[in-house]
């Protein structure tokens, strides 16, 4: 048994291995849509952290753009969750499982049955 168990771990320790050279020596892919015309020359290489600094701040979404719309909250057009279909049938799910625990937990002091113990 200790011949086979040491040929599956040596497999895996392979994989691992093989996994982690092709991670580490793959070439870094940009996923901008800029030419090839634009990419910084040979002389011009950036260091990795600012690279990645430039392509956060390309991602980042403009300062007000997760910023709550005041006109929807003044007009009072939004209902409380609860005082929607949805937010009804939510309390009402939460009221009957509660109910049903409520009346099974005197009934359920029978004995376990394990065929451990």
């Not at 092709?22 to 290489?45: G, I, N, R, V």
């Not at 939004?78 to 009402?92: D, E, H, Q, Y």
Request: glycine fraction near 6%.
């Amino acid at each position: 048994m200790r011949g086979s168990s040491t040929a599956w771990v040596r497999g895996v320790a392979a994989l691992v291995a093989l996994m982690t050279v092709l991670t580490f020596s793959a070439p870094p892919c940009d996923a901008s849509d800029a030419s090839q015309a634009a990419a910084p020359q040979a002389s011009e290489k950036r260091s990795l952290s600012a690279s990645a600094a430039a392509h956060v701040a390309a991602l980042a979404p403009p300062p007000r753009a997760l910023a709550q719309d005041a006109t929807t909250g003044a007009t009072g057009t939004s209902r409380p969750f609860f005082r929607t279909p949805t937010g009804v049938a939510a309390i009402v799910l939460i009221v009957a499982g509660a109910g049903y625990v409520a009346y099974r937990i005197p009934k359920d002091n029978e004995k376990v049955h394990s065929p451990i113990r």
